[in-house]
């Protein structure tokens, strides 16, 4: 395991960081100021929801191409008492390129989604420039500027992880509880929570890449954007 610093900040003036942060305010001026709503917010709204409400604001299969054919599928699940777990796709019908929990309870996300901007940060301090940053395992995690801990990402998804996959196959948007695939884990941990929605992949350098969400209603700019940076 790579050496790691202790740091509870993470530096938003770091180079890679701000080359992917011109890409948001360029593309950024080009929206709507308003926000609009948006799946951020319904995701917002969880806490609210009960076991009746299944599946909801499911926008999979919109009438008109409203997102790029090459755009990134990001989707963000857990238990509500439980961590938060994000899982990247090129294609939500094939198996994720990404998948890591991430040291934060479902309900500190929501709670942070309340600011309507949402930023986390992934930095691995692997010093080798073999692997494609995506690829690094061991990452520090950041929500908002503020040091969470650290996640190792998934060489096999976990039952759960694979569960939520299937019964998301082919969902290239929407938010909502979807069924656990285990009743105790529902009675114990909470419903089963997820969003998923189209991302705008940016390549910044062979050390970093950003992911910002596509809103389906074209309002605002990104509400949640992923960073993965590998550190010098």
């Given at each position: 395991m790579p050496p790691v610093h202790s740091s509870p900040h993470f530096q938003m003036d770091n180079p890679a960081i701000l080359n992917l942060l011109r890409?948001?305010?360029t593309t950024g001026e080009k929206r709507s100021k308003s926000s609009g709503g948006g799946l951020l917010r319904i995701f917002k709204l969880f806490p609210m929801?009960?076991?009746?409400c299944k599946m909801v604001a499911l926008l999979g299969r919109p009438r008109k191409p409203l997102l790029k054919d090459n755009a990134t599928t990001g989707t963000i699940f857990g238990f509500r008492k439980g961590r938060v777990s994000l899982a990247i796709q090129e294609d939500p019908h094939c198996l994720p390129i990404f998948v890591i929990e991430l040291p934060m309870l479902t309900s500190t996300l929501q709670k942070e989604m309340a600011s309507d901007i949402v930023r986390i940060a992934l930095e691995s301090e692997t010093k080798t420039h073999k692997k494609k940053v995506l690829e690094e395992f061991v990452w520090a995690v950041y929500c908002n500027g503020r040091k969470v801990g650290y996640s190792i990402r998934r060489k096999?998804?976990?039952d759960d992880e694979l569960h939520v996959m299937q019964l998301l196959r082919g969902v290239s948007m929407g938010a909502g509880?979807?069924?656990s695939p285990n009743e105790k884990e529902t009675a114990s941990d909470g419903e089963l929570t997820y969003m998923r929605a189209r991302f705008e992949r940016v390549v910044g350098s062979k050390d970093s890449e950003a992911l910002y969400m596509l809103n389906p209603d074209?309002?605002?700019g990104p509400e949640l954007s992923i960073f993965f940076v590998r550190a010098h």
């Amino acid at each position: 395991m790579p050496p790691v610093h202790s740091s509870p900040h993470f530096q938003m003036d770091n180079p890679a960081i701000l080359n992917l942060l011109r890409h948001t305010t360029t593309t950024g001026e080009k929206r709507s100021k308003s926000s609009g709503g948006g799946l951020l917010r319904i995701f917002k709204l969880f806490p609210m929801l009960t076991s009746g409400c299944k599946m909801v604001a499911l926008l999979g299969r919109p009438r008109k191409p409203l997102l790029k054919d090459n755009a990134t599928t990001g989707t963000i699940f857990g238990f509500r008492k439980g961590r938060v777990s994000l899982a990247i796709q090129e294609d939500p019908h094939c198996l994720p390129i990404f998948v890591i929990e991430l040291p934060m309870l479902t309900s500190t996300l929501q709670k942070e989604m309340a600011s309507d901007i949402v930023r986390i940060a992934l930095e691995s301090e692997t010093k080798t420039h073999k692997k494609k940053v995506l690829e690094e395992f061991v990452w520090a995690v950041y929500c908002n500027g503020r040091k969470v801990g650290y996640s190792i990402r998934r060489k096999q998804m976990s039952d759960d992880e694979l569960h939520v996959m299937q019964l998301l196959r082919g969902v290239s948007m929407g938010a909502g509880v979807l069924p656990s695939p285990n009743e105790k884990e529902t009675a114990s941990d909470g419903e089963l929570t997820y969003m998923r929605a189209r991302f705008e992949r940016v390549v910044g350098s062979k050390d970093s890449e950003a992911l910002y969400m596509l809103n389906p209603d074209g309002a605002a700019g990104p509400e949640l954007s992923i960073f993965f940076v590998r550190a010098h």
